[in-house]
């Protein structure tokens, strides 16, 4: 059986993967007023936060949306004309996003070939390294119904913590109260999130972004300890900051593979500009 990985691109799985491991990505949307742009296809990184910039004062926020079934049908179609006898689709938690259903009503309607739906109950890298993972399983020989049955324990050694740069963009999403982001402004306050159990739940309060980076790590620290990780740096436009903190993580965490990746619009739509976190998964072999 040739199987196929499809995900969404909320997952922020970076483009060598991508490529190398042979994965159908969908886009998800990212909507500027009157405007949808199709996620790295019609709204690149660079034009995303251009357009962030030019935003006239008063203006809304941009906003996302979730693939549609027709697209999720697309890349089934494209998956079965290159071949695939059975397909895997990942997705963002579905407790944050309806891409989870719109991926299951796709499935639903196929007919050929069998196909199976995963929740990874994450967001960003976190469900991202479940989809890797699942991905390397495939290209190395396992059956659809071995890789479904390994996602479980590979979805229990993942995790991802986010610290935020502005609450603007939480504020205006409605997940943090306007007097929350007025004060939290005024303080210089960096709030710690956790996706647990597919939720993005808050952890805890940085006073500053350098005390907010060291928070990341210790969090990270504390849920793996010395396991062996692969680890993602992930960042919404501060490469350069991104790229500076990777000593520290080297220094703080048992790291096999670490890679950078750029959160992308839509979640930076979400959570503002310079949003980062700390994606990891524990290594077993």
Known sequence: MSIRVICDSSQNVPESFLSGLNLIEVPASVIFGD???????????????????????????????????????????????????GIIITSVSSHLSGTYNSAVQAAALEKDIPIEVWDTLSASIGGGWQTIAASEMVRDGASLEEVMAALPAIQERTSTFFTVDTLKFLVAGGRVSP??????????????????????????????????????????????GDKPVRVAVAHANVLDEAEAFVPDVRAGLNVQDLIVV????????????????????????
């Open 179 to 224: 007097v929350q982001g007025m004060m939290g402004t005024l303080l210089n306050v960096k709030p710690m999130l956790v996706i647990d159990e597919g939720l993005l739940k808050p952890l805890s309060r940085e006073r500053g972004r350098k005390a907010a980076k060291a928070a990341l790590l210790e969090l990270a620290r504390q849920r793996v």
């Open 35 to 85: 405007d949808v742009f199709l996620n790295k296809v019609e709204l690149t990184e660079q034009e995303f936060y251009r357009k962030l910039a030019e935003l006239p004062k008063g203006a809304p926020l941009p906003t996302t949306t979730q693939p549609t079934p027709g697209q999720f049908s697309q890349a089934i179609e494209q998956a079965k004309a290159e071949g695939a006898t």
């Open 262 to 285: 750029e959160l992308g619009p839509v979640l930076a739509a979400l959570a503002g500009p310079g949003l980062m976190a700390l994606g990891t998964y524990e290594v077993t072999k």
